[in-house]
């Protein structure tokens, strides 16, 4: 019971009176427990690696994906987003840093106000990835999946990506939605409807010329490349996904099976199925750490509040809580280079 | 305090590290944005050099924050090679077993005579 104890004297000491690897109890449980969480998601990122491995040729691009800037509509701003995010969670742990600086000298006042700008960089950090989130969800161009399972999205003839909205009409359709009213309690909608439905897509497409399809297939320029006459000559970049000629297009979008829109668990507009899946499991793993950081960092503000580590006349629990939140950026530091950059 | 290690403040040095970060990430985006065609085209042990700069980077990162802000380069060294070398040795252990899995299973699909995706 050594270590509830809270008296100065008694903290650092093991029950035996002595601290294996100089640290005391707490810290190096905490050391353990990082140990045990960085495996957790070493797992998580190394399964990302052996699926992207394995479907090396048609990954999405993560550049083209991640586009959004907060009020700046229509501009591709890849990556910068996360990098704000990224430079906020390093602050985070700068000021994180600082508190637990501030407790070595027994300063309270000034670890509650580093302990404050933490709190507030964390949930700044949280808000961020919900809407990172949001508008992966939301999706942006729309695409197609045919019936072989694979993905459409459409270009013009210039390379340029062009969004559904921008050219399919919605036609009058007799299609209705299930409602429970007419159903038996077996019977459900398979998903939430899309905008438009693949007749409305095909048909926009024929009407639209100017329009190609660009497979999930990464361009890589080899010889086999070259000769592909089903390629579109002039357009192609090499580690860009392939654009067809308008004859393969068509071919392709008569094999469309249904539209897709945003992600979900299921599919998504972005490419392979795994992508969508992985994207949420593993920012939505390290979000709930980011989440729960603040919690614990909140609590353990209120202690400084209250004073219970100056009467304790040591803040080893702020240099606890401290090692768990610069975990989480460390944490962080991969994702971003695995999810984002490579 | 009965412990270890000196309880001077080190608010330099970690205002330092807080600006080694923030450049290695400011290049790592940059570099991510612009994607330098020599840097991305070629590759060292089939992995291109944008990757090898990315990846190395951020160990370095890594290195900073572990050393500096979670304080190890404080901690006595049994406890550093407890946690560091326990932590390194199973992940490029892990990672090995898994890429090396995915890229085989890739040349399955890629040579098998079942296309799978039309």
Redesign the interface.
Known sequence: MGATVTTATETKVWGGGNEPMGASYGKLMMWFFIVSDALTFSGFLAAYGFSRFKFIETWPLPDEVFTHFPFMHGVSAPMYYVALMTFILIFSSVTMVLAVDAGHQLKQRKVAFYMLLTIIGGLIFVGSQAWEWKNFIKGEYGAIETKGGSLLQFVDATGKRVKLEDFVVQLPEERVELKRSNATWYMTEAETPTTYSVTEVQAAFKAHPELRVRTERIYQGTKEDLADARLEKGVQKVKHKEILTREASQKMMDNAHMVVEGANLWRNEYGSKLFADFFFFITGFHGFHVFSGVIINIIIFLNVLLGTYEKRRSYEMVEKVGLYWHFVDLVWVFVFTFFYLV | ????HE?V???KR??QV?GL??VI??V??AL??I?PEVL??NTILSMNLL?WI??IL?VV??YY??W????MEG??A??RW??VG??IF??LY??FI??V???Y??GV??NSTI????
Request: charged residues 15%.
């Open positions: 305090m009965a412990h270890g309880h403040s080190n608010t970690i205002w807080f970060l923030s990430t400011t790592e985006v991510g944005i994607k991305h085209t990757n990315f990846i951020t990162k890594a924050i572990v500096a802000f979670m304080h901690e006595k049994s406890l407890a946690v326990t932590v199973l992940i892990l990672v898994l890429l899995e995915g890229d299973i890739y699909f890629a296309k799978w995706n039309f």
